[in-house]
């Protein structure tokens, strides 16, 4: 596909791109929860640099998950109710994937913080998922096979010490600061291992079905 949108809202950041061909335009900024607010008029200003509408975009690709709830329930709305309007396809793309394929380095843990001392989870090598994504806590992550590991994402900043107490020798690097970006997720959508769909049809990964712990759980958890 030669013209794509691309957004992720799964995280405090707001990462939109255009692609036409080989040109991309991009926003990448932390709004915290404005995604709403602000998600439309980024998008509507990168579709002018570009010289184009909405019209002449063959798919919208966005972050499926996992990772905020209330983020990637006004993504996947705004790419439904556009894609709808312009008669255009879905790709949705995790989460996961996304942030692993937004650094520089083959071996990538992808780690987005989950809230309630738990961490969304999956190990990617060369951009191939190797573990699939998973709620864990940071002393219960899987252990990836072999050493020269990144660890990356918001997940890694939150509880860096117990992770690299339960990596060990696995973890080379650490990036806390790491991000989903559309700039990668417009090269996994043309990639081809992420199949569109009618907008529709779209759904969200989740991964966790539960929003919040009632008062009786914070307590003991605390």
């Not at 799964?10 to 791109?17: G, I, M, N, Q, Y």
């Not at 990144?150 to 690097?173: C, I, K, N, T």
């Not at 991964?207 to 008062?215: E, I, M, P």
């Amino acid at each position: 596909m030669n013209t794509l949108v691309a957004l992720d809202t799964s995280t405090e950041f707001l990462s939109l791109a255009v692609a036409v061909g080989d040109s991309v335009r991009s926003v990448h900024q932390h709004v915290g929860q404005q995604h709403a607010e602000l998600t439309l008029p980024t998008l509507s200003r990168l579709l002018q640099e570009q010289g184009i509408g909405l019209d002449a975009v063959d798919a919208i690709a966005f972050g499926n998950g996992p990772g905020a709830f209330t983020g990637l329930r006004i993504g996947c709305g705004l790419a439904q109710g556009l894609a709808l309007a312009h008669e255009m396809p879905l790709i949705p793309v995790s989460t996961l994937a996304v942030l692993a394929a937004s650094v520089s380095a083959s071996r990538v843990l992808a780690c987005l913080d989950a809230r309630m001392g738990q961490v969304y989870w999956a190990a990617y090598v060369d951009g191939v998922e190797v573990c699939p994504p998973g709620l864990f806590t940071p002393e219960d992550v899987p252990l990836p096979d072999g050493e020269g590991w990144l660890l990356a994402g918001s997940g890694a900043a939150a509880h860096e010490a117990a992770l690299r107490a339960r990596l060990g020798a696995a973890l080379a690097a650490v990036d806390g600061q790491a991000s989903p970006r559309a700039e990668a997720l417009i090269s996994l959508a043309r990639g081809g291992r992420w199949p569109a769909c009618p907008p529709d049809a779209a759904e969200l990964c989740y991964v966790r079905d539960k929003v919040a712990l009632k008062t009786h759980e914070r307590l003991a958890a605390a």
